[in-house]
């Protein structure tokens, strides 16, 4: 289809690691996104990662691309009670400005 | 780096008013700037994409007279809705990239717009 798919919602406990799945759509696009919206705010961009790249890690965040099945993940190790948010993918469509998102992966951190 | 200043954060007002949002790249020039519209608990959906001295590009199905859009400088962009009706009561969020390199968008913190 035309949207690019999130699990709708994610439950983990304070310490262990998180992994919120997405499927993008096309593969012209050149970068991938991961922004957190808490509520009621904006979006903070997370990290994002190069389509020619398998793997990007910055502190707690991992994220890994599947280019062949467009498969994209970020994983967050060690959750915290502050990670809790809607987690967005976004993709930009044949490599240009615009960006698509995901539908929203809603994390909850429990203690 | 990179902060997205965004105001107002909340409005409320009467059906018919105009309302004017502003959206100001900080610390960067911002030679793009993009409109989103989110409604409870769902994603963001494109209004339109903004460059600095040209006119908006409207995505489609979003209303050009409605939503009108001035991007007058490479640090302000502003967003007004005309004549705002119940139905336009929604989640704006505007984002702004730098057009070189591979800049990634960064966002404001949102405007609550609700309408009576």
């Known amino acids: 289809g035309e949207d690019v798919e999130q699990s709708l919602f994610l439950s983990v406990r304070e310490g262990d690691s998180s992994v919120i799945n997405c499927t993008y759509t096309d593969s012209s696009s050149t970068y991938l996104y991961w922004y957190k919206q808490e509520p009621g705010a904006g979006l903070q961009l997370l990290t994002y990662?190069?389509?020619?790249?398998d793997m990007k890690q910055d502190q707690r965040l991992t994220v890994l691309l599947n280019k062949k099945d467009k498969h994209l993940s970020l994983r967050i190790a060690d959750t915290q009670t502050g990670d809790s948010a809607i987690y967005f993918c976004?993709?930009?469509?044949?490599?240009?400005?615009?960006?698509?998102f995901g539908t929203g992966t809603q994390l909850k951190v429990e203690l | 780096g990179a902060v997205v200043s965004q105001h107002p954060s909340w409005v409320i007002c009467k059906s018919g008013t105009s309302v004017k949002i502003e959206c100001r790249s900080l610390?960067?020039?911002?030679?793009?700037m993009f409109w989103y519209r989110q409604f409870p608990k769902q994603s963001l959906m494109l209004m339109a994409t903004s460059n600095e001295g040209s006119k908006a590009t409207y995505e489609q199905g979003v209303e050009k007279d409605k939503f009108l859009i001035n991007h007058a400088s490479l640090t302000l962009s502003t967003l007004t809705v005309t004549s705002a009706h119940p139905e336009d009561s929604s989640f704006y969020i505007c984002?702004?990239?730098?057009?070189?390199?591979?800049?990634?968008?960064?966002f404001g913190d949102g405007t609550r717009l609700s309408i009576l």
């Open positions: 976004a993709e930009n469509m044949g490599g240009g400005n615009k960006l698509t």
């Open positions: 990662i190069f389509s020619n790249m």
């Open positions: 610390d960067f020039q911002a030679t793009t």
């Open positions: 984002s702004a990239r730098y057009d070189r390199g591979n800049q990634p968008q960064h």
